[in-house]
């Protein structure tokens, strides 16, 4: 009789366990395809190239803050259209990608952007491009089917683990844009660091290591996944740029995850009730990129008094996050905790007026 308990307990939990997984999955894969747009690499199919290629007109591009997507997104509109220079700022702010703050109630975790390929989808036709994502589960057709794009002068981007890519511990996102092959391995820009010009090479099997690493970190219903963009008509209307950047500031607040300012207002919670802070970075990339896109505005709206508004409230909050860095950088006290959490309930005032005033300029 207690053994058939013990049992029935056992299985219930199997099954409640297996459905969790079955619903966390669906909506994961729900998400995934909506934000990226993925087409699959058609099984069987062989992709035809020459042995080695190097694309030749492109010029490296990095950045030292967190904008590797921009950055490569940059080298590809320059080669394309090498009449039209556009700055890393610009591309941030067509993609959203420092607008979209998220926190996780459950798990703590808090991350001071929006998701990066979602964000260079949207931004692509705002350059004339259009952003096409491939996937497979084959490591064979990964690497082939890269190599045909790149034979036929299009630039690949990557996202991948950057510390299996170097050999090291640990795991850190970024993406990478190949620009070249041979037998062994690819050619490609370091778009993290300062004046990264050279091109780096890495090997087939250390690539398709670190793309499985990230794709498998994140739970992505794929292996491997990647980048190509054509060209299009340029969309030039910005007005849906600003009313998607308007949300993402505002954002919205559910049952485990906020976002927008909502975030900002529970980790600020978060860290007063949990009286620990060990994450000085977030502060500092909030602190960076308020003004950075202070600056975007003030150059790329200077004729519009709203906008201009708009960069002086955001470069007051990037004073407040300094401020909060500066107080938790030496000192985690309780006392210095609840001062930088003030510090971030008052940006969320700030941001949710920069938000306001978005969605009036846009006019939707």
């Known amino acids: 009789m207690v053994l058939n308990i013990i049992t029935t307990i056992v299985v219930a939990i199997i099954v409640i366990i297996f459905l969790y997984l079955l619903i966390f999955n669906f909506y994961q ?8 747009r993925p ?26 803050k967190q904008y590797q997507e921009a950055a490569a997104l ?19 702010f067509l993609m959203g990608y420092t607008y979209g703050v998220s926190f996780n109630s459950i798990k703590k975790n808090f991350i001071p952007f929006s998701e990066p390929i979602e964000g260079t989808r949207i931004s692509a036709p705002f350059m004339g491009l259009h952003m096409d ?3 497979t589960y084959s490591p ?11 034979s036929q002068g299009y630039p690949v981007m990557v996202q991948l683990d950057m510390s299996t890519l170097l050999g090291t511990e640990g795991f850190y996102a970024n993406s990478e844009l190949l620009v070249g092959y041979d037998r062994a391995g690819f050619y490609y820009y370091e778009t993290m660091g300062r004046d990264n010009k050279e091109k780096k090479y890495v090997s087939k099997q250390k690539l398709i290591d670190a793309t499985n690493k990230l794709n498998s970190k994140f739970r992505k219903p794929w292996r491997y996944g990647f980048c190509i963009f054509t060209t299009r008509e340029k969309n030039k209307s910005i007005n849906k740029i600003l009313n998607r950047n308007s949300q993402s500031l505002i954002g919205e607040k559910s ?24 994450s000085q970075w977030i502060l500092e990339t909030l602190a960076y990129t308020r003004q950075d896109n202070a600056k975007f505005l003030e150059d790329f709206f200077k004729d519009n008094s709203e906008i201009i508004e708009a960069a002086k409230l955001f470069r007051l909050a990037s004073e407040n996050y300094n401020k909060a860095f500066e107080i938790i950088k030496d000192n985690s006290s ?3 905790i609840i001062k930088v959490s003030e510090l971030l309930i008052s940006n969320c005032k700030l ?7 978005f969605k009036n300029v846009s006019g939707l």
């Open 334 to 336: 309780e006392e210095n």
């Open 133 to 135: 994502y491939r996937t």
């Open 29 to 36: 894969k729900k998400y995934y395809d909506q934000a990226y």
């Open 351 to 357: 941001e949710e007026q920069v938000g306001v005033i």
């Open 140 to 150: 064979n057709a990964f690497i082939g089917t890269m190599k045909e794009y790149i």
């Open 255 to 278: 049952k485990s995850t906020s976002s927008g300012i909502h975030a900002i207002e529970e980790f600020a919670k978060s860290i007063q009730e949990e009286k620990i802070f060990n």
């Open 74 to 92: 940059k080298m590809i509109n320059d080669k394309i259209h090498p009449k039209e220079s556009i700055s890393i700022d610009t591309i941030n």
């Open 39 to 64: 087409k699959s690499i058609k099984f069987g199919r062989i992709p035809r190239y020459p042995e080695k290629i190097i694309i030749e007109g492109l010029e490296g591009v990095s950045s030292e």
